[in-house]
C-alpha cells in the first residue's frame, strides 16, 4: 500500500504534492475523459471564446500605453498631417500607439478586429443554437446568459470604439447622448451624470475606460465561466447519428484529442485575426482626426453590430410629443430603446415561448435539424431578416450613393419592406423546409440515384438506386416523429359547450401550427421494404454483370443483346 | 422501447458498398418516434492501417511546429529590424509599415501553423473511434429533493424568519433603503441640467461678433455670394473653451451662415432675422445632435449625414424629410458699425437633440 502511493518521479511528487492539498485525483478522474460531440457547428461558442480571450490579452497592452485622458494636448508626434493639432490626450496616445510604439498598432488592429468576429462569432452561434433547438430543456438558463452575453459585448464594443477620441467615435457619442437625452423624466439627468455635465465634457473617456476595462469585461468574464460550467454539467447537445440517443453522448475524450483540437484551434482563430490585422488597416483614426463637435464626415458607418439601431434610428417616421411642458421624442425612444427590449426580451423569453406553444417540457439532447422544425426555422429567418432590414436600412445613404438612387426613396421602400419583408420570409422558409423533409424522406426510401442504368432480361430498363449510408440514414431517421395535439372537443359528452376548453384549444392550435404540417417518418415495414428492395437491386446488378462477363468471354456470340454492341462500354 | 436503448452493431460484413454495415432492423425506435440506429464499427483511417503514413502524419505534424517556431523567432527579429516609421511597399497594400506588416504576419502565421500542427496531430494520429459516455438525470433523486426541502425549513424554522415578523419585516425595510445612499453617491457624476441647454453664448452679448471657422476671420456680409455656405462660431469661443477645458460650448454654438436671394426665402421664424439674405442657422442637428454641413444650393435642403434628416433653410429650416421632429433653429444675426456680422441675441428656443423638459 505504502508502496503504491509514495511517488518517486518527479511529476509523481508534483502531482502528489496537489492531490493531497486540492485532492486533484478526484477533479481529474471524473472530468478528463469526458466525452464531446463533434460536429462543425459546435466551433462558433469557440471561437466567440479564443476571440475574447484575445481581447483581454491585447486589451491589455493597450492599456500600457492608452491615456484616458481628455485633456487637451498639442500633437507633436510623426504623423505630419496632424502636428500642431489641438487633441485630446486619448487621441495623441492612440496616435502614439499607432505610429511610435513597435506593434501597437498590430495589437489595436487586432483588439478591433477581434472585437468584430467576437460579437459576430456570438451572434451566429446563438443562431445555430436557435435554428438547432439546443436551447430547449435543460438549457433554457444558458440561452439567457448567452442572450446576456451577446448585449454585453455590443456595449463593451461600443465603449471601446467610443475610447480613442476620434471623429468617427464622437460623432458616435453624439448620437449617444442624443438618445440618453430623449428618454422620459430622467434622460436629461443621465446624460449630465454620464458626461459630466453638458455633452461632450472632459470626464466621459476617463469614464467609458473603466467601464470598458474593469466592470464590463468582468462581468461577461464571469457569465461566460457560468456559460462553460452549464455547458459541462449539463453535458453538449448533439446531432442524431448512429448510436446517437437522448440518453448518451457520442463524440471524442477530453484528453487528448479535444485538448489538441481546441488547443490548436485557439491558436488558429488567433493565428487567422493576427494575419488579418496585418493586412487590413481597421479604424485608421489618424485619418478622421481627432473629435470636435462641430465636424462630421458624411457616410459616418459605425462598427457592423450597432448597424441595426442605426438603421432603426434612420427608417423611423419623425414623430415627437410636445404636451404639458414636456418633449416625448418617439422618434428616438421607439427605434433605439424600445425595439431593442422587445427584441432581446423575446429573445431571451424564446425557450419558454416555445415550450408554451407546443407543450414540449421534456429534455432535449439531441438536436433537431432546422428543417425539422419548420416553424421555429422559419422564425428565426424572419427575425433575421428583420434585424437585416434595419441593418440595410443603416446603410441608406452608401446605398443610394453607390447606386444613385434617391435616398427618400430608398428611406420610404426600407419603412415598407421591414414589415413586408420578414412574413415572406417565414412563408418560404416554412415551405422549404417541409420541401426538404418530403426529399428526406423520398431520400431513405427511394436511396441515391445512381446513373447506372439496368437492361433486365425482358427488356425493362431499371436505373440502380443506391442506400443511403448508415450516417445518413440515421441523420434522416433521427428526427422526433411528434403529432401535435388534438383539439379537444368544443363541447362535453352530453353536448353542452365547454368554455373553460379555450386554453387547451389554444394551445392544440399552436401546437398544430408548429407540428402540423410535419412529414411523418417512414414505418419500419417501409424501410424493411426498401432495403430488400435495395438488395435485390443489387442482386439484379450482380446478375447482369456476370452475364455482360460471359457474353464478353466467349466474344459476344452468346448474348449478345445488339448487332453493334451498343450495350459494351 | 427504453428511450435510453443503444442497439449494438450487427456485425454482417456482406453488405453493400455504399454502405458499410449490414442489414439493419429498424427495430429501435425512442419514445419520440426517432430511430435509433447503431454505432458505427471502428472506423480505420489511412494512418491506423499504414506505419508509412503514420510516420508521414507524423513528420507533417513536426514540420507544422518547425514552421510555426520559426515564424515567431522571425517575429522578433522583425521587430528588432525595423523602426515603427520604416514603410515597406506590399503588392496590393501599397506603402504600410514595415514592422506592422512583418510582426503581424508572421505572429499570425506562426499561430496558424502551431494550431493547424496540433488539429492535425489530433486527426491523424490520436485515436480515431468515438467513445461515448452517458447522461445522468438532471433532476435530484427524491431524496434528495426531500432532503433539501427538510433541511431548508429547518433553518428557516430555526431562523424566525416566518415566526417572528417584527424583525423580518424591519429587516426588509432595511434592505430596501440600503441601495438608496449608493444611488444618492452617483448625484455628484454631474451638475443638475438647469437652464444650461437653453443657452448658448450668443446670448451673453446683446451683439456677439461671428467668425468664420475655417479661416478664425471675423465674418463680412461680402464674404458671402449668393448660394455660398460659411461655417461659424461666436467671437471668444476658443477662450471660452480654454476656460473651462470642454467643448461643450462650441456643440451648441456652431452655426451655418448661408446667403440666398432674398425673394428665395419663403419664411423665417422670426420677421426680419436675416441680413440681406444672409441666414444664420445651428449647425446641430435636432435629431441626436450631429453637426450638419451638407448643403444643396438649388434646394437650399440643408442633410443631415448621419440620420439624414433634411431641413430646408428657405423655408424657415423646415423638416422636409427624415426622423427629425423640428426645425432647425434660426439665429437672428445683423451687422454691426463697423460692418462685420453679428449675432442678435441668443437662439429663441434650445439647440441640439430633444430631451424631456424641452416642451
Not at chain 1, 458607418?301 to 404636451?323: C, K, S, T
Not at chain 1, 406553444?357 to 439532447?365: S, V
Not at chain 1, 428526427?479 to 365547454?498: C, E, F, Y
Not at chain 2, 458505427?40 to 494512418?47: A, C, L, S
Amino acid at each position: 500500500m505504502s508502496t503504491s502511493t509514495t511517488p518517486t518521479t518527479p511529476q509523481g511528487k508534483v502531482a502528489d504534492f496537489l492531490d493531497e492539498r486540492l485532492s486533484i485525483s478526484k477533479a481529474i478522474k471524473s472530468n478528463i475523459s469526458k466525452v464531446f460531440p463533434d460536429h462543425w457547428s459546435f466551433m462558433l461558442g469557440e471561437v466567440a471564446l479564443y476571440s475574447f480571450i484575445i481581447l483581454l490579452l491585447s486589451g491589455t497592452y493597450l492599456t500600457l500605453f492608452f491615456k484616458p485622458s481628455m485633456v487637451e494636448v498639442i500633437y507633436n508626434g510623426p504623423y505630419v498631417p496632424l502636428k500642431g493639432v489641438k487633441m485630446s490626450e486619448a487621441f495623441a496616445s492612440t496616435l502614439h500607439i499607432s505610429f511610435d510604439v513597435r506593434g501597437g498598432l498590430l495589437m489595436r488592429q487586432i483588439h478591433h478586429w477581434a472585437a468584430l468576429f467576437f460579437i459576430g462569432a456570438m451572434s451566429i452561434h446563438m443562431f445555430r443554437v436557435f435554428f438547432t433547438g439546443a436551447f430547449r430543456k435543460p438549457r433554457e438558463l444558458n440561452w439567457v446568459i448567452g442572450t446576456v452575453l451577446v448585449l454585453l459585448g455590443i456595449v463593451e464594443g461600443f465603449m471601446g470604439y467610443s475610447l480613442p477620441d476620434d471623429l468617427l467615435s464622437g460623432t458616435g457619442l453624439r448620437i449617444t447622448q442624443g438618445i440618453i437625452a430623449a428618454v422620459p423624466v430622467v434622460g436629461t439627468y443621465v446624460s449630465f451624470g454620464l458626461f459630466g455635465g453638458e455633452f461632450p465634457g472632459h470626464d466621459v473617456v476617463a469614464r467609458f475606460y473603466t467601464l470598458h476595462i474593469l466592470l464590463i469585461p468582468g462581468l461577461i468574464l464571469a457569465l461566460v465561466g457560468a456559460h462553460l460550467m452549464m455547458v459541462w454539467y449539463q453535458k453538449h447537445t448533439q446531432w442524431p447519428g448512429p448510436g446517437r440517443t437522448e440518453g448518451n453522448v457520442v463524440g471524442y475524450r477530453l484528453f487528448p484529442v479535444y485538448t489538441a483540437k481546441a488547443g490548436g484551434f485557439f491558436f488558429v482563430v488567433l493565428g487567422i485575426t493576427t494575419l488579418i490585422s496585418a493586412l487590413v488597416s481597421i479604424n485608421p483614426v489618424w485619418m478622421f482626426g481627432p473629435y470636435t463637435p462641430d465636424q462630421v464626415s458624411a457616410g459616418s458607418q459605425p462598427d457592423w453590430y450597432m448597424g441595426f439601431l442605426d438603421g432603426a434610428v434612420r427608417v423611423m417616421p419623425n414623430w415627437e410629443i410636445n404636451a404639458l411642458g414636456h418633449t416625448l421624442s418617439l422618434n428616438l425612444i421607439v427605434p433605439a430603446l424600445v425595439l431593442p427590449g422587445i427584441m432581446t426580451t423575446l429573445l431571451g423569453l424564446y425557450p419558454w415561448i416555445e415550450a408554451w406553444a407546443t407543450g414540449d417540457r421534456r429534455e432535449h439532447h439531441l438536436l433537431d435539424r432546422p428543417r425539422n422544425a419548420p416553424v421555429r426555422t422559419a422564425l428565426g429567418v424572419m427575425s433575421i431578416s428583420f434585424y437585416l432590414m434595419l441593418w440595410i436600412s443603416g446603410a441608406n445613404d452608401i446605398i443610394a450613393q453607390t447606386f444613385r438612387l434617391s435616398i427618400n426613396q430608398i428611406t420610404v421602400a426600407l419603412r415598407v419592406l421591414l414589415f413586408v419583408v420578414p412574413p415572406l420570409m417565414f412563408m418560404l422558409t416554412k415551405r422549404w423546409c417541409l420541401s426538404l423533409q418530403r426529399r428526406d424522406r423520398e431520400k431513405v426510401l427511394h436511396g441515391h440515384e445512381t446513373g447506372r442504368i439496368l437492361r433486365l432480361p425482358h427488356g425493362e430498363f431499371v436505373e440502380i438506386h443506391a442506400p443511403l449510408s448508415l450516417e445518413e440514414q440515421a441523420e434522416i431517421l433521427g428526427k422526433m416523429d411528434v403529432a401535435p395535439m388534438a383539439l379537444p372537443a368544443a363541447t362535453d359528452a352530453n353536448g353542452v359547450a365547454q368554455p373553460a376548453a379555450w386554453k387547451a384549444r389554444m394551445q392544440a392550435k399552436l401546437s398544430q401550427w408548429f407540428y402540423g404540417a410535419n412529414v411523418s417518418l417512414p414505418t419500419r415495414a417501409e424501410l424493411l421494404e426498401a432495403q430488400s428492395h435495395f438488395e435485390h437491386a443489387d442482386a439484379l446488378e450482380v446478375e447482369a454483370t456476370n452475364r455482360h462477363r460471359t457474353y464478353e468471354a466467349v466474344g459476344g456470340v452468346l448474348l449478345a443483346p445488339t448487332e453493334d454492341g451498343s450495350s459494351r462500354h | 422501447m427504453a428511450e435510453h436503448s443503444n442497439l449494438p452493431a450487427s456485425p454482417d460484413a456482406g453488405g453493400h458498398d455504399e454502405a458499410a454495415h449490414g442489414a439493419l432492423d429498424y427495430g429501435t425506435r425512442d419514445e419520440r418516434g426517432r430511430f435509433i440506429l447503431p454505432l458505427e464499427e471502428h472506423h480505420q483511417r489511412i494512418t491506423d492501417v499504414d506505419p508509412r503514413a503514420a510516420k508521414r502524419a507524423e513528420r507533417q505534424v513536426a514540420w507544422l511546429f518547425v514552421a510555426g517556431a520559426a515564424c515567431f523567432a522571425g517575429a522578433v527579429a522583425a521587430f528588432v529590424g525595423f523602426s515603427s516609421h520604416e514603410l515597406i511597399h506590399v503588392p496590393m497594400l501599397g506603402n504600410v509599415s514595415a514592422s506592422n506588416f512583418w510582426l503581424g504576419t508572421l505572429i499570425g502565421l506562426g499561430s496558424f501553423f502551431l494550431g493547424a500542427a496540433a488539429i492535425h496531430w489530433a486527426r491523424r494520429l490520436m485515436p480515431g473511434d468515438e467513445a461515448v459516455d452517458y447522461r445522468h438525470s438532471l433532476r435530484g433523486d427524491e431524496d434528495s429533493r426531500a432532503s433539501a426541502i427538510e433541511q431548508f425549513k429547518r433553518g428557516a424554522a430555526e431562523s424566525g424568519f416566518l415566526s417572528r415578523p417584527l424583525v423580518r419585516r424591519t429587516m426588509l425595510g432595511a434592505m430596501a433603503l440600503f441601495p438608496l445612499p449608493l444611488v444618492v453617491l452617483l448625484a455628484d457624476l454631474g451638475p443638475a441640467p438647469k437652464e444650461k441647454l437653453r443657452h448658448t453664448m450668443w446670448g451673453d452679448k446683446p451683439a456677439t461678433r461671428i467668425i468664420n471657422q475655417g479661416s478664425g476671420e471675423l465674418v463680412r456680409p461680402e464674404h458671402l455670394a449668393v448660394g455660398g455656405l460659411i461655417n461659424a462660431i461666436p467671437e471668444g469661443l476658443e477662450k471660452v473653451e480654454e476656460e473651462a477645458g470642454t467643448q461643450n460650448e462650441r456643440a451648441k454654438s456652431s452655426i451655418i451662415l448661408v446667403r440666398m436671394n432674398p425673394s428665395e426665402i419663403k419664411a423665417q421664424q422670426g420677421q426680419g432675422w436675416d441680413y440681406q439674405g444672409i441666414l444664420a442657422y445651428s449647425k446641430i442637428c435636432t435629431h441626436v445632435g450631429c453637426p450638419i454641413s451638407l448643403y444643396q444650393q438649388r434646394t437650399h435642403a440643408l442633410l443631415c449625414p448621419c440620420h439624414q434628416s433634411t431641413f430646408d433653410l428657405s423655408d424657415a429650416g423646415r423638416v422636409v424629410f427624415g426622423p427629425a421632429a423640428r426645425h432647425m433653429p434660426q439665429l437672428r444675426i445683423g451687422v454691426d458699425s463697423e460692418g462685420y456680422l453679428v449675432s442678435l441675441g441668443d437662439f429663441a428656443e434650445p439647440v441640439g437633440p430633444s430631451f424631456w423638459e424641452r416642451g
